[in-house]
């Protein structure tokens, strides 16, 4: 898709690109972002859009005002008015393009992250908090199963076990716990949690393209394949990106110690 098409206009989500970074923000901060289906499925169609922009490199997600997303309106759910419209299997395919776009995805957590936001979070490459947020499962305190990939992306990043037991016995965790259990990559103070986030994609962003894309979806393919059979996929895309004028531009500017000047090709 041409770096030219402007991103879509949504009712529950903001969606921007500037150069090679897409911002998806969750935008209801009046209920903390909780998520309603036309969430759902807004945010699955933004997604869709960003992952066939070949311009973008990054897409940072987060919300507005104090919160990430705590999940499902659950006063919507309640009372109704949260079914603003029915979904189709198709429509909760939000965190398979987190998880697998060509971009490197960066949950920007900022606040309450739980259930299906937790989902979301967990589906991204890379996941930052302030030292405010605080994360909770939280689907069996509602009486569901869970939704958004939850029982397949925790384990990869926790362990089986305590994946489980987020599940299993939910309860809130606080920002330092995250990062200890590897939740979370990074934790930032709350006045430079802003500044940490961009800090992270300023060095995604100076990064060699090629490269960059590559070694995401080497992770992603590296999930479904054997051992032998990923080395011979890993090793023709390693060699192929010697190709690239920008793989000797990085190699020459590490050799002269310097900033290499990257060009895309």
């Known amino acids: 898709m041409s770096g030219r098409d402007s991103p879509p206009t949504f009712e529950t989500i903001l969606v921007s690109i500037s150069g090679p970074v897409a911002r998806l923000t969750m935008n209801r901060p009046e209920r903390m972002n909780a998520m309603t289906n036309r969430m759902v499925r807004e945010t699955t169609e933004a997604l869709e859009f960003v992952a066939g922009r070949d311009d973008v490199r990054v897409l940072v997600l ?14 919507g759910v309640a009372d109704g008015s949260g079914a603003d419209e ?19 995805t960066i949950a920007a957590i900022n606040g309450a992250c739980a259930g299906a936001g937790l989902g979301w979070a967990a589906a991204c490459d890379l996941r930052v908090a302030s030292r405010a947020a605080k994360f909770n499962t939280a ?3 509602v009486g569901v199963a869970g939704d958004m990939a939850g029982p397949w992306t925790l384990p990869r990043l926790i362990g089986a076990a305590m994946a489980r037991e987020l599940y299993m016995l939910p309860g809130k965790l606080d920002a330092e716990e995250a990062l200890r259990i590897g939740l979370v990559n990074r934790v930032f103070d709350d ?3 802003t500044e940490g986030v961009q800090s992270i994609v300023d060095r995604l962003t100076a990064a060699a393209p090629a490269g960059l894309r590559t070694m995401k979806q080497n992770f992603v ?24 004028d920008d793989t000797r531009e990085a190699f020459a500017a590490k050799a002269e110690r310097r900033s290499p000047n990257f060009t895309g090709h």
């Open 62 to 75: 987060t919300g507005a005002g104090r919160a990430f997303c705590p999940g499902a309106d659950i006063n």
């Open 86 to 104: 029915r979904l189709g299997p198709d429509q909760f395919k939000a965190a398979v393009w987190l998880h697998e776009m060509p971009a490197v």
């Open 139 to 141: 689907f069996l305190d």
């Open 191 to 193: 006045a430079a949690f």
């Open 221 to 244: 393919d590296a999930e479904r394949m054997g051992l032998s059979e990923f080395v011979e996929l890993e090793s023709k895309r390693h060699i192929a990106l010697f190709q690239f």
